[in-house]
Every structure is written in C-alpha cells, then in structure tokens.
C-alpha cells in the first residue's frame, strides 16, 4: 500500500493554481530537440534548486555514492555542471535531455574506457552501443536514450516539427514560473509504458487511473515544499475514483501513525484533496524544516 502513495505522491504532487504570471523557464536549445509526439515531460531548473533551503540542508546529508561514482568515471559532476534536465517521452520510448557544461573531449576518453562505442552520425558523435548512447550537441547540450531515437531526432532537428507539443504547452504555460520542477502528461495513461506488471499492486493503481485525460504538476521549494497538482479526467465520475482513492491512502497512513508522533501526522494533515466536476486536485505545502521527514515519509521502504 505505501508503493501506492509513493506513485500517487510521483504523478500529482504539482502547482496549477498560482495567479503569478509567467511559466516555467524552458530552455531554447533543449525545446527545439523536443520530440512532436512528446505526451509526457518532466523538468527540473537545477540552478533553482541549487539555490533553495531545501536542496542545500538535505544534500549535506544525504550520501549519493551511485552519483559520486558517476562523477569519478566521467568528470561530469550534475551537481556542478548543469543548468537544466528534462525527460521526454511518446508513451514508449523517452529522452532524456541535458543543458550545461560538457567538454567532449575530457569526457569521450572516460566514456570510451568504459565500454561505450563512438558512433559517428551525421557530423554528431554518440557513445554508448546500437541499443542507447549519448550525444553531445554541443558544449552545452547533452541527450541521452535509445540509440534509434538519438538518430531520429538529429535527423529532425531542424524540422518545424520539433518542439513543444501544443498539448503540453498549453498545460506547462499555467504553471507558475517559480516552479523548479514541473511536469505534464496528455493523452491518459492508458498508453503510457512505466514498466510495470498489470498483475502488480502499482498496477492495479494505473488501471484504476485510466480516467485521467491530463495532469500537471510543478514543485516549487524556495521556502519548504510547495506543491499542488491537477488531474482532468473524462468524466466527474472518474475524478471522484482519483479523489477518493488519494484521499483513502493518506487516510491510512495517518490511521497508521502513532498518536506520540504527532509531527507525522502533521504531514499527513498538510496534503489536502479535492474535487471539482471532472478535476481532481492534491496539494502540500510542508515548511522547510520538516521536508526532510516528508520526503522519508514517502520514500522510504516498507
């Protein structure tokens, strides 16, 4: 059940109802690379984060040996080198794409020790085998994911095609620009491949989701954890199933918290949903100092 919430919390915690203007910061290089049959996009403004309470109290103590190791094998620490990251994907098949700084030439030599092949393609060298690779477009942009796909969109790069679709534009553009991690997915999850058996209790959470039409979500931790989502379904009906199954779940976890901790169950207090005709809405708003127990709340194993 707690693998549940941990879904739930991934797919709706974002902000969609802030009257601030403006909309999250995309940038350029890494829009026009975007994919035209794109349904879902997830960003984050690393040098916004960087810059947040939050990241700055829990980095120091959380150990990060996988990221360490990945910094020692390819002289690219994420931490200090980029700006922007954002996902893509068409239901099938994704990309992940990187804004920052990336010297080629200091990280093929370490790539290629390491077992990745150059593949050269059309003046862009990819490192990595046939089945997924990594290209740099330049010093600043770095795309990661099936090798097909890398080729794909260098071919299509400079096609009027590529870029935001219209879709997902038009749920990022309501998005409040303080937002540094933001997401969207259009089209339902019905044709969403996560990876996870049909047999299996996230499963059986998806198919229980198949209502929803589109979710926005968008995160902003300059003073704590300030998020808010919104998921539109198809009919009033299917938002009521949203509503009260998010609603039964943090139900349970409060149920399931003794009464001695009541900074727990303050948490839970602190994520509210509702619903409105065919939308249903999850919001938290956790103060900075207790983000750290938030976050163990939901990521922690059973």
């Not at 549940?4 to 203007?21: E, M």
């Not at 996230?202 to 039409?213: W, Y």
Request: glycine letters at 8%.
């Amino acid at each position: 059940m707690k693998s549940c919430a941990i879904l739930l919390a991934a797919i709706f915690l974002s902000s969609c109802t802030s009257v601030r203007h403006g909309s999250p910061f995309i940038d350029p290089a890494l829009e026009m690379l975007i994919p035209a049959d794109a349904v879902f996009i997830i960003g984050a403004n690393v040098d916004e984060i960087k810059n947040t309470p939050v990241y700055q109290k829990l980095l120091s103590q959380v150990d990060l040996p996988q990221l360490n190791q990945f910094t020692q094998q390819t002289g690219l620490d994420p931490r200090k080198d980029l700006r922007q990251l954002i996902s893509v994907s068409n239901g099938k098949t994704g990309l992940l794409m990187a804004r920052g700084n990336f010297s080629e030439g200091d990280l093929a030599p370490k790539l290629e020790a390491k077992g990745a092949k150059r593949i050269d393609y059309k003046g862009y060298n990819m490192f990595g085998n046939d089945q997924g690779a990594v290209v740099f477009m330049n010093a600043s942009t770095a795309v990661a994911g099936a090798t097909p796909e890398l080729r794909q969109m260098i071919d299509q790069r400079n096609t009027p095609a590529r870029g935001l679709p219209p879709a997902l534009r038009d749920q990022i553009r309501v998005l409040p620009a303080n937002d540094q991690i933001w997401a969207a997915l259009t089209g339902g999850l019905q044709g969403m491949n996560v990876g996870v058996p049909q047999e299996s209790n996230l499963g059986s959470v998806l198919q229980a989701l198949r209502g929803i039409i589109s979710i926005r979500l968008g995160i902003d931790l300059r003073n704590g954890f300030d998020a808010q989502a919104e998921a539109t379904c198809q009919t009033e009906r299917d938002a009521k199933h949203v509503h009260d199954m998010v609603k039964g779940l943090v139900g349970i976890g409060r149920l399931s918290t003794p009464d001695n901790q009541p900074e727990m169950l303050k948490l839970y207090d602190a994520i509210k949903v509702t619903q409105q005709q065919n939308h249903a809405d999850v919001t938290a708003d956790i103060p900075t100092e207790q983000v750290d127990r938030f976050l163990d709340l939901w990521m922690k194993k059973k």
